[in-house]
């Protein structure tokens, strides 16, 4: 197992390395670049050259990139031009991750509560109408793009059941411990802030919910119904096994292991940057502050943030490597 993860951790580190060099080769090829975007309608040809030559730009883009991996790691990513002017990127990062991995656990969280049952149910009543009225509505679930189910839910959900539909709190005196809205009430006591900041995110994360729950819903059925086929369930039932010791023994157990891959894919790609729920929801997250990245052209917080994203998108897929192999020994030898 030790050999096992050792190896994922270097491949883990390869595709971080070869993804930051891509990025960084495609922010400084944009149309405009960093320099247009700095001066804006301030830019001549002389403060353009001028301001090229004091970032370096004018250098080899091997050179330049050498020189931002070794600011990075001593955590210099640079400044912020767009999203929180003046802000150090990382600041911004450190500030805005918390409330994607709040809004993200909920809507796995509901995903993985509605989906996994509702599929296991689906392939035990398979042809029936239960099971066609799911799978009609997972496809739906699919189908439907994020933001149309964002702006619906913002606009009819929140006038007709009185939610909020913007920001992860209202101007209340909270305190701040860890950036985890929800979290902070608890350890503070002030259950009133918990409360608000869980109203704020029902909306966002039912949106984020939809596409994750329809994949592993289908992902869980399909699983299912593949293992109530095989013969050790029937052998485990002409023996006389009860239907809860076949379902947790035989069943379930052996259909999780394409279930926890699908849960863990979903997990990161919605950690990586739910850019479309965030911005509709005004969520001040890592989505949202990409999607301002892009429209003021802030490489800096751009370059950080999708790296980022993009590193947590590979531990999460590591950490569901490791738990398929303690599922599975034989993945270990593989």
Not at 59 to 68: E, G, N, R, S, T
Not at 125 to 153: E, H, K, Q, T, Y
Not at 235 to 245: H, I
Not at 257 to 270: E, S
Request: glycine share 8%; no cysteine; net charge positive.
């Amino acid at each position: 197992m030790l050999r096992y993860t050792i190896r994922r951790l270097i491949q883990l580190v390869g595709v971080v390395l070869v993804l930051s060099l891509l990025l960084f080769a495609w922010l400084r090829v944009l149309p405009g670049g960093p320099v247009s975007a700095l001066l804006g309608d301030r830019s001549t040809p002389e403060k353009a050259a001028e301001l090229t030559k004091q970032l370096g730009l004018d250098q080899p883009i091997y050179l330049q990139y050498f020189k931002f991996l070794g600011r990075a790691l001593t955590g210099d990513f640079g400044v912020s031009t767009g999203v929180q002017p003046g802000d150090s990127a990382l600041d911004i990062f450190i500030q805005r991750f918390p409330a994607t991995l709040e809004l993200s656990f909920f809507a796995i969280a509901i995903a993985i509560v509605i989906g996994v049952p509702l599929g296991y149910l689906a392939a035990k009543r398979r042809g029936s109408w239960f099971d066609n009225a799911s799978v009609v509505g997972s496809l739906i679930g699919v189908a439907v793009p994020v933001f149309f189910l964002a702006f619906v839910l913002k606009g009819l959900a929140s006038s007709a059941l009185g939610l909020p539909s913007s920001g992860r709190q209202d101007a209340i005196d909270a305190t701040r411990v860890t950036g985890f809205f929800t979290l902070d009430g608890m350890i503070t006591g002030e259950w009133d802030a918990t409360f608000n900041a869980l109203v704020h995110l029902i909306l966002p994360s039912i949106a984020l919910a939809t596409i994750p729950f329809a994949v592993i819903f289908r992902i869980t059925r399909a699983a299912v119904l593949d293992v109530l086929d095989e013969d050790f369930v029937r052998t485990a039932e002409s023996k006389g096994l009860t239907a809860p010791v076949i379902r947790r023994r035989h069943v379930l157990r052996n259909a999780m292991l394409p279930v926890v891959t699908t849960i863990g894919l979903q997990t990161g790609a919605l950690l990586s940057g739910a850019v479309l729920t965030e911005k509709v929801f005004g969520f001040p997250g890592v989505g949202e502050a990409l999607a301002i990245g892009f429209e003021r052209r802030d490489y800096p917080v751009l370059l950080l943030l999708i790296i980022m994203a993009t590193s947590v998108y590979v531990v999460v897929n590591l950490l569901v490597d490791l738990s398929y192999a303690l599922i599975d020994p034989r993945i270990r030898t593989r």
